[in-house]
């Protein structure tokens, strides 16, 4: 399963020559990684609020076609591993074209530890949130 998230690429997120400056995808990758987590009817503040967090240990980005500004975009977001004290997603950005066609422009992968929120120890999040870990296990 995956989630898709959709963007309008802002002025802002361009840079002088007119297209996505490249620091935008970890923020990209962000909302889709939200959008999936929701999925499963768990919300990021559910999971700090049991008091496990999600530090980054590895970001991948890998650019093909450029993004520009006004482009419609779609952010495709799944799991490809999880183990109790470690999570990797997997992204796919894709511009939506006018003819309902889409171009991928990019892909990347995001890898997080779980760790206590007090502590910053890696914790178990099968025995924080035993359930969100067998709903996102049952689908790899």
């Avoid at 007119?18 to 503040?45: A, F, K, M």
């Avoid at 980054?56 to 999880?82: M, Q």
């Amino acid at each position: 399963m995956h989630s898709k998230s959709y963007i309008t690429v802002r002025y802002a997120e361009t840079d002088k020559m007119g297209i996505v400056h490249h620091s935008n995808y970890p923020v990209w990758y962000e909302i889709g990684r939200t959008d999936y987590i929701q999925l499963y009817g768990c919300h990021y503040r559910d999971m700090e609020n049991s008091g496990v967090m999600m530090p980054l240990i590895n970001l991948s980005c890998h650019f093909g076609y450029p993004a520009k500004y006004e482009d419609k975009l779609l952010v495709r977001t799944w799991v490809i591993e999880l183990k109790p004290a470690h999570i990797l997603f997997s992204y796919k950005i894709c511009r939506l074209n006018d003819d309902g066609t889409e171009t991928e422009i990019g892909y990347g992968t995001t890898e997080h530890g779980f760790v206590d929120s007090k502590t910053f120890k890696p914790c178990s999040i099968k025995k924080r949130m035993p359930e969100l870990y067998e709903k996102i296990k049952g689908t790899l």
